[in-house]
């Protein structure tokens, strides 16, 4: 169903690594707030709702946003958070402003990895009877999925290599300066080592706003949500065929549906690639590449920087993967691409975009999200 | 008038101190198969679901509701939770609100559970709401944080342990008459006044019991509402609003919002009737179910709900004009004092006080309200949540 008011992106502040100790979590969410509303040309003065999303485990917090409501503006303001994932601040933001109660929210997640061992955290999240004893992380998972999709399409491993070289040659073009940070992630049988990264510090902020709002302050390059979608499937790996992506599915399919578009309308994509099997599961599940035609995109480059269709020009969460955050960071590099702001990397003429973010354990959590340059007609 | 949201159906379970007999996606499960039946719809109709779930480390799983999206049918459909403390289960009524209003779904399911009092020690838990560096030492819980803003209303409006002494009465009268409650045993003034100090001047009867137990509700468009003949109130305002995070910024010479009050609510309250066009509370407002899980706390929602000029709800308890048969009945489910799973419970506010409108509240039935209100308190005293509800 299309929304009732069309939001769109206003100001996005993408900080896909935070070096170094000198600023704590509350000084990243303010340093943060501060670049997306600048971005947006507006202050906080003119944001009447806030959604932001962390882990309160990776926080160290039994409840994490209340340290929020002072960083990002939220002292006197209507704050919510969704700790499920950070894309579902995004999308409850815009659910905000379509409903007409709210004429401009602030979006605001982070990841920091002062704890531990973020792996035994994300153990702490599986079910204490079965999973937890396996035991199993995210990555663990991703390694499950990888193996059925090798499974089921042969060649997959290759396929998956591919994506990994690709999302490297990317990265290196869009952030050059974040070479030797979480160059190399570990390795889960059978995803190797180069086919990850590990964990970085990272956050990232985006403004929403009426079709109002855009117009009273004449902002700049608005990026307008054409379609959004969002699913979820179940927690328990052993009920789900790891080797297709039902929720993203559904999730694109509410995005195609009420954006009136299909994928032949994308000029570019962002893809959360927690692994490049996931990658490869997304293309299908998008409908930008059957199963049979992903090992074709990818050697004619359909998905590289010059191709039809350029799939993470960012470098994806292969160049950097500040954990929690990845999901939200997909939608803001698609809001740039189309604003024109991507930097480095942006896709010339880039008119519709997709992300798609996914999250938890073998991407339970799905979204898609399609911005546009124009407005719906 | 198409555009209204409204509430169709609405489950509770039996709020007790443990549920041995059920799991904790059990225990959601409960909620939400009484809310569809509730609203006479099949799990496929609905279009997505909230879920209502704060904090993580009282279940003991991070992220739990993972493991609980088949318990709320949710496989493979639109699915988000939402978290703000105490102020969870409001936020999530108010977050599935959006979803309705926004146009993307016809009808939304938003549920939870806790095992509150399975958890071992909540203010254990509780505890680690604070920031390490400062206030996490002190050592701080709900309870000590609450006594603070106690002291401070007595100091600034004349309240009293025995005023205290009778909110608890009060809401453990409204309780005995609600099966859903939690703690229904009435007691006296006196009962309260020799209960043992937890936190002076809170002693143990003005403490809130630590509650297990699932929550649901389904909201729906007016147009669908319409189309399938379906029964509903509604709606009509809703905002949430932040105090700062720091306990010590409330007190002090010079506070950023005085810790015995609650400033943010009353914005939050004022934010709720204007959408509602509620411009007198006091001639407009007919029931109130106010978040308040110690007893102090019912006098400065009473406040901030506008409902009278601040600290006049001290008098106003003394008389009686807040009890089942008053001038405005407050808490007639018993509130947050007699039931407190703390991921749902500020949804049973919601919850009741839309059963209290529909006139379908049993036992502890108003006569004759047609407009209610309800809030939400979360964090340490911090997030604030409020929504007018209408037949």
């Known amino acids: 169903m299309p929304l009732k008011i069309q939001p769109a992106v206003i100001g996005c502040a993408i900080r896909p690594v935070i070096p170094g100790r000198d600023r704590s979590l509350e000084e990243i969410m303010y340093d943060t707030t501060l670049l997306a509303l600048a971005d947006a040309g507006i202050t906080i003065e003119d944001i ?22 002072s960083a990002v503006g939220g002292v006197d303001r209507d704050i919510l958070s969704t700790p499920s994932a950070s894309e579902h601040a995004f999308v409850l933001g815009a659910l905000r402003v379509a409903s007409g109660q709210h004429r401009t929210q602030l979006i605001v997640a982070w990841s920091p990895t002062e704890a531990s061992s973020l792996s035994e955290l994300q153990r702490l999240g599986t079910d204490p009877y079965y999973h937890r004893a396996l035991p199993l992380d995210e990555l663990s998972s991703h390694a499950l999925q990888a193996a059925a999709l090798e499974h089921a399409a042969p060649g997959a491993r290759a396929m998956a290599e591919a994506v990994t070289a690709k ?42 706003a009426s079709p109002d709002f855009v117009r009273d302050h004449a902002s ?92 993470n020009l960012s470098g994806g969460v292969l160049t950097c993967n500040p954990v929690f955050c990845t999901g939200l960071i997909r939608i803001a590099e698609i809001a740039n691409q189309v604003r024109g702001r991507a930097g480095l990397h942006q896709r010339a003429g880039a008119r519709i975009g997709i992300a798609q973010a996914g999250s938890g354990f073998a991407m339970q959590h799905q979204a898609a999200v399609i911005l546009g340059k124009e407005a719906r007609t | 008038m198409s555009d209204r949201v409204g509430i169709i159906g609405i489950g509770q379970s039996m709020f007790r101190s443990r ?27 609905v279009d997505a679901v909230v879920y209502s779930l704060s904090p993580d480390a009282m279940i003991g799983i991070g992220n739990a509701e993972r493991l ?95 005023d205290m002494a009778r909110v608890v009465v009060k809401n453990r009268r409204h309780a005995s008459l609600n099966p859903h409650a939690h703690l229904r045993k009435i007691v006296t003034i006196d009962d309260v006044m020799e209960s043992r100090y937890i936190s002076w001047p809170i002693k143990l009867l003005d403490c809130c019991p630590q509650s297990s137990g699932g ?149 502890h039935q108003a006569k004759g309200v047609k407009v209610g209100i309800a809030n939400g308190n979360g964090g340490d005293h911090q997030f604030f949540g409020a929504m007018v509800i209408e037949a």
């Open chain 1, 167 to 208: 999302n490297r040659r990317h990265g290196a073009i869009a952030y050059p300066n974040l070479a030797g940070h979480g160059a190399r992630g570990l390795a889960r049988w059978p995803i190797t080592a180069d086919m990850t990264t590990g964990p970085v510090t990272g956050a990232v902020a985006m403004v929403l």
């Open chain 2, 68 to 162: 609980a999206v088949d318990a709320v049918g949710g496989r493979n459909k639109r699915f988000m939770r939402l978290a703000t403390g105490g102020t969870t289960g409001i936020s999530s009524v108010a977050a599935a609100y959006y979803h309705v209003a926004s146009g993307a779904c016809d009808v939304v399911l938003t549920a939870g559970a806790d095992k509150v009092g399975e958890c071992g020690d909540s203010q254990t838990v509780l505890n680690k709401l604070w920031d390490t560096a400062y206030e996490r030492a002190l050592p701080l819980g709900t309870i000590s944080m609450l006594a603070m803003s106690a002291v401070r209303y007595m100091k600034n409006h004349g309240m009293t342990q025995e």
């Open chain 2, 215 to 363: 929550a649901a509700m389904v909201l729906a468009s007016e147009q669908y509402i319409r189309d399938n003949h379906l029964d509903a109130v509604w709606i009509t305002g809703l905002a949430h609003c932040a105090e700062t995070y720091w306990i010590g910024d409330r007190m002090g010479n010079n506070p950023t919002a005085e810790h015995a009050d609650a400033s943010a609510l009353r914005s939050a309250f004022e934010r709720s009737y204007k959408m509602a066009g509620i411009t007198d509370p006091p001639k407009q407002v007919h029931v109130a179910e106010l978040y308040s899980p110690f007893s102090n706390t019912e006098f400065h929602v009473i406040d901030a709900a506008g409902l009278c000029a601040p600290g006049a709800s001290v008098a106003m308890m003394r008389e009686g004009q807040f009890e089942l048969g008053g001038w405005l009945p407050v808490n007639c489910s018993g509130g947050s004092l007699c039931t407190n799973a703390i991921s749902v419970t500020s949804m049973a506010r919601v919850a009741e006080t839309a059963l209290q409108v529909w006139g379908r509240a049993g036992a």
């Open chain 2, 19 to 45: 549920r041995d007999d059920a799991s904790y996606p059990d225990l959601v499960r409960e909620a939400v198969v009484l809310a569809m039946a509730d609203a006479r719809l099949e799990l496929d109709a």
């Open chain 1, 220 to 311: 700049a390059a608005p990026a307008w949500l054409r379609g959004m979608g969002w699913a979820t499937e179940t927690a328990f790996l052993g009920d789900r065929n790891l080797a297709t992506a039902p929720a993203l599915e559904a999730a694109a399919r509410q995005a195609y549906e009420a954006a009136g578009l299909t994928a032949l309308d994308i000029d570019v994509a962002e893809l959360t690639d927690a692994s490049p099997y996931a990658e490869l599961l997304a293309y299908e599940a998008l409908s930008l590449a059957p199963r049979d035609r992903w090992e074709a995109c990818l050697n004619d480059g359909t998905f590289d920087s010059g191709g039809r269709l350029p799939v």
């Open chain 1, 48 to 69: 009447d709702g806030i959604v932001v999303a962390s882990n309160d485990q990776f926080d160290g917090r039994a409840i994490a946003v209340m340290m929020a409501s």
